[in-house]
C-alpha cells in the first residue's frame, strides 16, 4: 500500500528533478524498512508473522504541503472513502452490510447521571500454546472481552474491548480481573470446549484474588454469526443507542463493523458485542419506562377536541 502511495506521490512530485529524487529516496526508504527482519512471535519463539508497516501520505514529511493539496484534490475528489483510499492507505470502506461508521458515537466517558447495569461477555478463538501441537503453526483469530453498561433505557455504553492472542492462562487471568475491575457478577462466554478450557483457570484466578464471580454459558441458538449479529446489534445501531468510549480499540472495532461479513476481516470484537445481548434481558425486571413515556407523551393537536 505504501509502495502505491508512494509511487502516486512520485507522479505529482516529478514536476522538478529535485521532488523526483525527494520521492525515490522515500520509496527506496520504505523499501528497506520494509525488508527489515520485523518478526513478530510468542514467547516460546513460534508462530511468527511479519509485522506490517503503514506509511500514509499525511506522515510523510518529505512532501510539499501545496503537493499533497493537490494530491489530495486529484485522487478523492472530495471523498472520505477516497481519502482514507488514496491518501491514507486505508481500504476498508466506511458502510457495510450491517453497519456504517457513523452509527457508532465515540464518548470521552460514560454519562455520570445515569444508572446502569455492567455486563462481561467473551469471544474465545482458541489459544496460543497448545501442549499436543507444539510444532503446528495455526492462524487464530482473536479473543476478545467485551464490557458494556446498559442504561435503564436499554443504550449500550461500550467500556472496553480487549482483544489478543493469549495462552489459556494469560486469557483466564484477563477475564477475571477485567471483571472485578469493573465490578461485574457475571461473565458471559460462549458454551463448548474452549469455555471447558478456560473455565477451571479462572475458578483458580478467582479464588487466588479471592474474587468469585457467576460464569453463564452462552449459545448461539443455531443460528448463523450473520444472523445472530445482525439480531443483537443492527436495529440497537441504527437507532444510535451503541456508544464507544474512547479508547484504542475503537478504530478496530469500527473497522470489523463496516466489513462486516467479509472473509478478509476478523469479527472477533463485533462477535463479542452481540453475546451481550443474552445477558441484558436479565435486567428487564429494572427497566425504567418513565424515559419513554416522557419521550413518547401525547400531545394532542387541538386541545379542545382533545386529539
Known amino acids: ?10 507522479n505529482v512530485l516529478s514536476k522538478t528533478k529535485r521532488s523526483f529524487l525527494v520521492a525515490d529516496l522515500f520509496v527506496f526508504e520504505i523499501i528497506e524498512r520494509a525488508l527489515e527482519d520485523k518478526k513478530v512471535c510468542d514467547e516460546e519463539g513460534r508462530d511468527c508473522a511479519w509485522a506490517v508497516f503503514n ?3 499525511d506522515a510523510n514529511t518529505l512532501l510539499d504541503p501545496d503537493e499533497l493539496a493537490e494530491m489530495v484534490g486529484e485522487y478523492t475528489r472530495g471523498s472520505e472513502d477516497l481519502y482514507e483510499q488514496e491518501i491514507k492507505a486505508k481500504f476498508i470502506a466506511s458502510t457495510g452490510q450491517l453497519f456504517s461508521d457513523s452509527h457508532f458515537k465515540i464518548i470521552d466517558s460514560l454519562p455520570a447521571d445515569k444508572t446502569y447495569d455492567t455486563f462481561l461477555a467473551v469471544d474465545l478463538a482458541g489459544f496460543e500454546s497448545d501442549p499436543d501441537r507444539k510444532n503446528e503453526k495455526r492462524k487464530l483469530d482473536d479473543s476478545a472481552i467485551a464490557v458494556v453498561s446498559v442504561d435503564q433505557q436499554g443504550k449500550w455504553y461500550v467500556l472496553d474491548i480487549q482483544h489478543g492472542k493469549w495462552d489459556v492462562r494469560m486469557t483466564a487471568n484477563k477475564i477475571v480481573q477485567t471483571a472485578h475491575k469493573h465490578k461485574i457478577p457475571i461473565i458471559g462466554i ?8 478456560v473455565e477451571p483457570y479462572m475458578r483458580e484466578y478467582m479464588a487466588r484474588y479471592n474474587r468469585w464471580f457467576e460464569i453463564k454459558p452462552l449459545t448461539h441458538g443455531n443460528q448463523r454469526k450473520y444472523d445472530r449479529i445482525q439480531w443483537a446489534l443492527q436495529g440497537r445501531a441504527h437507532k444510535g443507542d451503541i456508544y464507544l468510549v474512547k479508547g484504542e480499540w475503537n478504530a478496530k472495532f469500527i473497522d470489523q463493523a463496516v466489513s462486516f461479513p467479509s472473509k478478509y476481516v476478523h469479527d472477533d470484537l463485533v462477535d463479542a458485542l452481540a453475546y451481550i445481548d443474552q445477558l441484558v434481558p436479565e435486567t428487564l425486571g429494572n427497566f425504567d419506562i418513565s424515559g419513554f413515556e416522557e419521550q413518547f407523551k401525547f400531545q394532542p393537536q387541538d386541545p379542545i377536541a382533545g386529539y
Open 1 to 10: 500500500k505504501a509502495a502505491t502511495t508512494s509511487t502516486r506521490s512520485s
Open 190 to 197: 460462549e458454551k463448548g470446549a474452549l469455555m471447558n478450557a
Open 55 to 57: 506509511y500514509d501520505s
